[in-house]
């Protein structure tokens, strides 16, 4: 899987950031870190499903940024990073981009084999959004981790019943970046923060295999959910590193990045086969 190495080398690079455009590697009020995961998990899909790759090949599935999910029970409204779709022929885009060019936007960094393997895929675009049939949620734990679980529980708890809430067959995709980092710079503060590690992320990383997980529709909960760990302390300077050792999750747990692609892709091929 390519996923987390993408966001560690893409995230290494300061870009321009708030309306000051000051240089940040990570900025809390920016969406780069969610939206850089959200492609590196698409990526992985894309790779590992030939059923998924097909259909973009066929122009039966898309993909929709920000698309707001409204949960019909009970009114509520949440926008996901990115969703992959069924496009709606009734309703027009102003730009269509693509996979590709998304990349270059977000200023996504590519190792030269991943440049080969995406030159291998077949051309996936931005489609006014149909019917939902993947939507991505990514968020992260960088600083103040025990101050922000609250936060970050009832975000990604909000994320997948909203998304069930729109739409039942949906898979409800989650992937939560958890920094290992000792200190970190954050736009907010003069000071630099610090934390106690491992400890901090040992509670995140609890915190999230936490969360509702679904084996079946009509359920309550994520269909997949994945941890990443890295380290960032946010300097401008300092390259992000993965982080594999404890108390990163390790292969073969559920929260592991690698089962959650495989979860998705099998969730997928089993609901949209469209044979």
């Known amino acids: 899987m390519h996923g987390p190495s993408i966001i560690a080398r893409s995230l290494s690079v300061a870009v321009p950031t708030g309306k000051e455009g000051a240089l ?19 990526f992985d899909l894309l790779l590992n499903s030939a059923v998924l790759a097909r259909h973009a090949r066929e122009g039966r599935i898309g993909f929709g940024i920000n698309h707001e999910m409204r949960d019909f029970e009970n009114d509520r409204k949440k926008d996901l990073d990115l969703v992959l779709c069924t496009p709606d022929p009734g309703r027009a885009l102003r730009r269509r981009r693509s996979l590709r060019s998304y ?16 030159d291998t895929l077949p051309d996936l675009f931005e489609a006014p959004v149909g ?17 922000a679980l609250p936060r970050l529980y009832d975000e990604l708890n909000s994320s997948h019943a909203t998304i069930h809430g729109s739409s039942d067959l949906a898979i409800a995709a989650g992937l939560v970046m958890v920094n290992l980092s000792e200190t970190f710079k954050s736009f907010s503060r003069s000071t630099i923060s610090r934390h106690k590690q491992p400890s901090d992320t040992e509670r995140v990383v609890e915190m999230v295999k936490q969360l509702p997980r679904r084996t079946k529709t009509g359920q309550a909960g994520f269909d997949a959910l994945g941890i990443v760990t890295v380290r960032m302390t946010n300097d401008g300077v300092s390259q992000v590193e993965l982080v594999s050792e404890p108390p990163a999750v390790q292969p073969g ?22 044979d």
């Open 103 to 118: 990349a270059d936007e977000k200023g996504i960094i590519l190792s030269t084999t991943e440049k080969r393997l995406l």
């Open 253 to 274: 747990d559920i929260c592991h990045y690698d089962s959650m692609i495989q979860r998705v892709v099998q969730l997928y091929e089993g609901r949209f086969p469209r």
């Open 24 to 42: 940040w590697q990570y900025h809390s009020r920016g969406d780069r870190h969610s939206k850089v995961a959200c492609w590196g998990i698409v």
């Open 131 to 147: 019917s939902v049939e993947i939507a991505l949620e990514a968020k992260a734990a960088m600083t103040a981790h025990v101050k």
